[in-house]
């Protein structure tokens, strides 16, 4: 138990401030799992199914490799469905499709290079777009005010460069 704590400690330990934070993500439009064939997708989602090259697809049209099956009609790439202009969705499997749209690149790449240090741990274990769209969706305490309360309790999946807005009291 005290190697674990000493352990979880010294991953918390940010650099020092004069080193620059060396991020892993790569954004380049080939990915090694297309080669062969397999997706990766956001796995948890009980009606909707995200894969990694940005197809959104109801669960049962999820094929065997762990890609949507572009073939159904209901299947749609970099849908922002349920998103709002700020960047921050009611369904977390759109949150992730939008995410992943080419066009919001830019605004990732900003955001791993104003990323607080606080995020340093979380973002450097992140290896390319997808897994980086993953962990910016999950609902995190940039999401909630007060510690206890959505910051807007609807759209509360968010890809943006910033938190929602705080509601009022």
């Not at 790569?26 to 990915?31: D, L, M, R, T, Y």
């Not at 997706?39 to 049209?61: A, F, M, P």
């Not at 790439?77 to 977390?92: E, F, Q, T």
């Not at 999946?157 to 009291?169: A, R």
């Amino acid at each position: 138990q005290e190697e674990r704590t000493v352990r979880d400690r010294n991953l918390l330990q940010v650099q020092e401030h004069e080193q620059p934070i060396v991020w892993k993500v790569k954004f380049s439009s080939g990915n090694s799992s297309q080669l062969s064939n397999q997706c990766r997708n956001s796995v948890q989602g009980k009606l909707l199914i995200t894969d990694e090259l940005g197809y959104i697809c109801e669960r049962k049209d999820l094929l065997v490799n762990g890609c949507c099956n572009v073939n159904v009609p209901s299947t749609k790439l970099y849908s922002c469905a349920s998103c709002l202009p700020n960047g921050c969705c009611s369904v977390y499997e759109y949150c992730v499709s939008c995410c992943l749209q080419p066009s919001k690149q830019h605004l990732l790449e900003r955001f791993l290079n104003r990323a607080a240090i606080a995020f340093q741990n979380l973002f450097m274990a992140v290896e390319d777009r997808f897994e980086l769209c993953l962990a910016k969706c999950r609902t995190s305490s940039q999401s909630v005010q007060h510690e206890n309360t959505y910051r807007d309790p609807i759209a509360k999946y968010c890809y943006g460069e910033y938190p929602p807005e705080l509601l009022p009291v």
